[in-house]
């Protein structure tokens, strides 16, 4: 199995900034990609970010604020976050693509969240 484990989050006033990193650990063959989603209190998950081999992907409301890179050798994923807003509050997951083997088909696995807090 795989671990994902999130660290980061915290309060921060608007205008701040904060990174998140996510530490991947397990029997992986490969890391198809790897993205941060986020869910506000009363809304869906959302997509902020995600990276594979092809590049980066970014929400339209985190573009030019927030920037997702990955340290390859240590299998961790960060999201650095500027320019912090209240709408930017919210838990926000790891969410990585992973395969075992080449044969086999790709498995989503998911941290277990940490809290962003974005007020005065």
């Known amino acids: 199995q795989v671990q994902l484990v999130e660290s980061g989050g915290g309060l921060v006033q608007p205008g701040g900034s904060l990174r998140l990193s996510c530490a991947v650990s397990?029997?992986?063959?490969?890391?198809?990609?790897m993205g941060w989603y986020r869910q506000a209190p009363g809304k869906q998950r959302e997509l902020v970010a995600t990276i594979t081999s092809g590049g980066t992907n970014y929400a339209d409301s985190v573009k030019g604020r927030f920037t997702i890179s990955r340290d390859t050798a240590k299998n961790t994923l960060y999201l650095q976050m500027d320019s912090l807003q209240p709408e930017d509050t919210a838990v926000y997951y790891c969410?990585?693509?992973?395969?075992?083997?080449?044969?086999?088909?790709?498995?989503?696995?998911w941290g277990q969240g940490t809290q962003v807090t974005v007020s005065p």
């Open positions: 397990g029997s992986i063959f490969s890391l198809d990609s």
């Open positions: 969410q990585v693509k992973w395969r075992q083997s080449l044969l086999r088909n790709p498995v989503d696995s």
